[in-house]
């Protein structure tokens, strides 16, 4: 049984804490006790902070080492361009099952006096920000300013850069004990990351908790109905359809998939943050299904920063109900344009919290839509937020999945397929 457990991916014992933790947390968060919910949002903020902590230097080393070890090989390649095909399938699988059920459910048009009510709900300084700026800051000024910013983009760009250096030059004895010294700084700095996964029960108690009085403290207030269903629904589809659809279609067990990578969905479910998930992330799939090193620590960090499933669909939902809203005309070719720009700039948004809310702003900012009715979303933002994130994670578990099974063994550790991988 030992062996089973161990070759599945699955800890029943490690379910169960986790599990306790989250019901417990829930009931903890209902009882009104002030002292109690101060330490509980105490330590969601500890376990917040020290995950962003890790998240950066992850990204960057787990991309740095593998390009510098992988190099020009031909590998190097079909594992980037079977990333980049299956984020794309994915995003655009998102997108395609939002505007479907917005079509089908047709969310009405608000009144014009709670548009008016909800302009105070909208900071001032949000309506001037410019997806041009959020392009532009990709490409750092300085080697420094990514990591000071937690730019997560801008931190992928330069890791890029200096693993292809690395690999070009590996001649260089320099070189050699440059790079070296980064994996025994990645080693460390994995070994960090297990001692937060152990201990990661204490924070789900403490986010569940968090959760749970501001709900019945009644800081999520009310729905918008149509809107909402149609958002959440998308975002179950493919949670639960499309995306265990793309695992099946290559033969791989979608369940056993989900139990290995669970605990980086609850992680993202209650950070919201698809980077400061990403070290639970690469942990779990190495640990739990069993994937290649160079596969995962490749794989993994981009998709974290461009296979954005649930803000693809978020997007491009909100974007036609706020130009519905603001009587502009939604004709087949306006519904293709929004289609493909929900798709771009979803692979260009951050994984940080309330990202995609941030960025549908700029959007309709620029293009003059009533941006007023993103401050009546905004109080039940936190909620879509949680879903879309862990969507986003579980879309990245199941590209790297894909990729994993489709890359050839590299090692004797790999010449077998793993059981976790199997229907």
């Given at each position: ?105 047709a969310p009405a048009n608000l009144p014009a006096d709670v548009i008016r009510q909800a302009d105070t709900n909208v ?198 109900f706020v130009m519905q809203n603001g009587g502009m005309s939604l004709d087949v070719p306006t519904l293709i344009l ?86």
């Open positions: 049984m030992k062996s089973n457990a161990r070759s599945n991916g699955f800890n029943g014992k490690q379910f169960a804490v986790w599990m306790t933790a989250l019901v417990l947390g829930s009931i903890l968060g209902t009882l009104g006790i002030d002292w109690l919910n101060e330490f509980f949002n105490f330590t969601a903020s500890v376990y917040t902070r020290l995950f962003q902590f890790v998240a950066v230097p992850t990204i960057a080393l787990a991309v740095t080492t593998t390009l510098a070890q992988l190099g020009a090989r031909k590998n190097t390649g079909r594992i980037f361009l079977h990333t980049i095909t299956y984020t794309l399938l994915t995003t655009a699988a998102a997108a395609l099952v939002g505007l479907l059920l917005f079509k089908c459910v900071s001032e300084n949000l309506g001037a920000i410019s997806y041009y700026s959020h392009i532009l800051s990709v490409i750092p000024n300085n080697i420094l300013a990514p990591f000071s910013s937690g730019n997560v983009l801008s931190i992928l760009f330069v890791s890029f850069a200096v693993g292809l250096v690395l690999a070009v030059k590996k001649e260089s004895e320099n070189i050699r004990i440059l790079l070296k010294s980064i994996l025994g700084m990645q080693e460390v700095l994995f070994s960090m990351i297990k001692s937060l996964v152990w201990t990661l029960p204490l924070g789900i108690l403490a986010f569940a908790a968090q959760l749970s009085a501001q709900v019945s403290a009644g800081f999520i207030l009310g729905s918008l109905g149509k809107y909402v269903a149609v958002v959440l629904g998308g975002n179950l589809i493919q949670f639960f359809i499309v995306l265990p659809l793309f695992l099946l279609v290559h033969k791989i067990n979608p369940v056993r998939v989900f139990r290995g990578m669970l605990p980086a969905v609850l992680m993202a479910l209650f950070t919201k943050s698809s980077a400061a998930t990403l070290p639970v992330t690469i942990e779990s799939a190495e640990d739990n299904l069993k994937a290649k090193k160079e596969v995962a620590r490749f794989v993994l960090p981009i998709c974290c920063t461009i296979n954005m499933n649930g803000c693809a669909a978020f997007i491009l939902v909100t974007s036609l929004w289609f493909f720009i929900s798709i771009i700039s979803a692979i260009g948004n951050a994984g940080v919290p309330m990202g995609c809310y941030f960025l549908s702003l700029s959007l309709m900012s620029g293009i003059g839509a009533p941006i007023e009715i993103l401050g009546i979303i905004l109080p039940v933002y936190t909620i879509i937020d949680m879903i879309e994130t862990a969507e986003n994670v579980w879309s990245d578990s199941c590209v790297c999945a894909i990729v994993d099974k489709k890359m050839p063994a590299q090692d004797a550790e790999h010449n077998q397929e793993p059981h976790s991988m199997r229907i």
